[in-house]
Every structure is written in structure tokens, then in C-alpha cells.
């Protein structure tokens, strides 16, 4: 019975601290929160009860696509938030100066940009930014290039009882700015400057190939126009053969007249002879008409 009892008062501090809840370490971000306006507490459920976790109300970070660029170079950078998003407490940023069009992020210029679809992965909402960016300047070889800081507006919304919804005042995120290093144009090992042509030998054949396959189609082309050429030809020949055949032939005035007064001679020869009859009259008749 004793020993069963030492047991017991040996396991029960065990077993309260295993009880105890833990105390969560808050979240660090990329970016600080203006303290006027502090982060909105959301409530959680432990084994000991409902306890205040602080988790920052907004939080956002910069990300390019490379880690060091050159002058006129266009890169992207992408910008990343995640907000609060719950049915008690939600997060409206002032998305209004993150439009591609309305950044500025001097000496950086934006050549583009467009906005993704929002994921939602309670408690919190994720948006993202994408530009497409360049840095011009001949003082930039060589050096790191700060993007300027950003300062995001945002509101943090809570919702009472009865679905109004109560907004605090307008605070700022300051984002922290990200160095990007600017390469020379040229390598310092570089002996002479020459670009490099960027066709490989499978573009030098597909270009070929391409080009023996219009001089065929052109070779097939001008055969074809030559034969319609020849056809035409040979129909115009045939026409006017045919209307050369078809044609009548006209008798010259000289020859008719000759011809009325040899007939009008004979006539006059046989009717001396045997006198004047009907044919006789009827041949003159026709030979005067002529």
C-alpha cells in the first residue's frame, strides 16, 4: 500500500504538466506592422480552456525569379501576402497601389504585371503580385540595388453580433527591401565582345528544309503557269483558225462588171445567130441588173 502510494505522488506532477497547454511562439514575417494599429489577436481552444494567440495580421514578402540580373534586362518579381481571414476578424488591404500600372519602384521600372487568383487557407488568405521588371542605368553595373520599401494599407475588419461589421483605422505594412544584384554587360574575363548566335545546327536544317520545300512549291507553281500559258495560247490559235475557215470571201466590183459584160457579149452573139427567145432576154436582164 505504501509503495502504491509513493507511485501516485511520483506520476502527478507528470501528469499536470503534460496537462499544461503550451504557449505558441508568434509568427515573424518579412515585414513589420505599424504599432498604431497592433496585431488582431485570434482566439484558440486548449485542453485548459480558450487562450489569445497574436498572430500578425498581415504579413508579405518579395521573390524573383533569378538571383542576379543584368542592365535591360527584364526579370520578374513576385509579390506575396498573406491576411486574416476568419469569420470574426478579416484583413481589407488598399490593393489600389499594388496595380502593375500604379507602382512605382524607382530606379526599377515595370514593364508589366498581372494579379493571380486568391488562395484561401484558413485562417488566412494568400493574394499575389506579378511584375515583370528592368533596372536602365549605366551606374548600376556591378552593384546591389535595394528595392525601395513598400508600405502596404490595410484595415482590420471585426465582425459583431447581428452581421455588422465594425473597421479600426487605416495602419501601415513596411515591407522590407530586397538587394538585387546587377551584373556588367560583359564578363570581366571576356577578351573581345562578339554576341553569340543563339541558331544551333537543328535550326540551321529546319530552315533548309523549309526553304527546299517553297523552291519545290514555287518550281510546281511556275510549271502550272507555264501550261495555262500554252493552253490559252493554243485556244486563241484554234479560234482564229476557225474564223479565218468560216469566213465568207467577197468578190471585187472589177470582177462582176467583167463577168455582166462577157455574159452581156454572149448574149448578144447568140442572139444574132438564132435570134431573140426568152433565155436570151432572161440572161441580158440579169447581166444589166448586175
Given amino acids: 500500500m505504501t509503495r502504491l502510494t509513493m507511485a501516485l505522488a511520483l506520476l502527478a506532477p507528470c501528469s499536470l504538466v503534460a496537462q499544461m ?8 514575417g518579412s515585414g513589420t506592422a505599424s504599432p498604431t494599429n497592433p ?7 486548449g485542453a485548459a480552456g480558450p487562450i489569445d494567440v497574436p498572430v500578425p495580421p498581415i504579413e508579405c514578402w518579395w521573390k524573383t525569379d533569378r538571383s542576379a540580373i543584368r542592365v535591360g534586362e527584364n526579370f520578374q518579381l513576385t509579390l506575396t501576402c498573406a491576411v486574416l481571414d476568419t469569420e470574426r476578424v478579416s484583413v481589407v488591404v488598399d490593393e489600389s497601389s499594388l496595380d502593375p500600372s500604379a507602382l512605382h519602384l524607382t530606379p ?7 494579379r493571380f487568383r486568391d488562395i484561401l487557407n484558413a485562417p488566412r488568405k494568400f493574394f499575389q503580385y506579378q511584375y515583370t521588371m528592368r533596372v ?7 552593384k546591389e540595388v535595394l528595392l525601395p ?9 471585426n465582425s459583431l453580433q447581428g452581421g455588422t461589421a465594425l473597421q479600426g483605422r487605416e495602419a501601415q505594412y513596411s515591407l522590407v527591401p530586397v538587394p538585387i544584384r ?10 573581345d565582345i562578339r554576341d553569340t548566335p543563339l541558331d544551333t545546327f537543328g535550326d540551321v536544317e529546319t530552315r533548309l528544309f523549309r526553304s527546299n520545300l517553297l523552291l519545290i512549291v514555287a518550281g510546281v507553281a511556275f510549271v502550272l503557269a507555264g501550261l495555262m500559258a ?5 485556244r486563241a490559235a484554234v479560234k482564229r483558225r476557225a474564223a479565218a475557215v468560216t469566213r465568207e470571201r467577197a468578190v471585187s466590183p472589177f470582177s462582176v462588171l467583167r463577168a455582166a459584160l462577157r455574159e452581156l457579149g454572149t448574149v448578144r452573139v447568140e442572139s444574132q445567130r438564132e435570134g431573140w427567145n ?5 440572161r441580158a436582164a440579169s447581166a444589166v441588173r448586175l
Fill in 21 to 28: 497547454p503550451a504557449r505558441p511562439s508568434p509568427q515573424r
Fill in 39 to 45: 496585431p488582431s489577436p485570434l482566439r484558440g481552444s
Fill in 108 to 114: 526599377f521600372e515595370i514593364v508589366g504585371g498581372q
Fill in 136 to 142: 536602365l542605368g549605366e551606374e548600376f553595373f556591378g
Fill in 149 to 157: 520599401r513598400l508600405q502596404i494599407a490595410y484595415r482590420v475588419q
Fill in 182 to 191: 546587377v551584373l556588367s554587360l560583359v564578363p570581366p574575363g571576356t577578351a
Fill in 230 to 234: 500554252l493552253t490559252l495560247l493554243a
Fill in 278 to 282: 426568152s433565155e436570151l432576154a432572161g
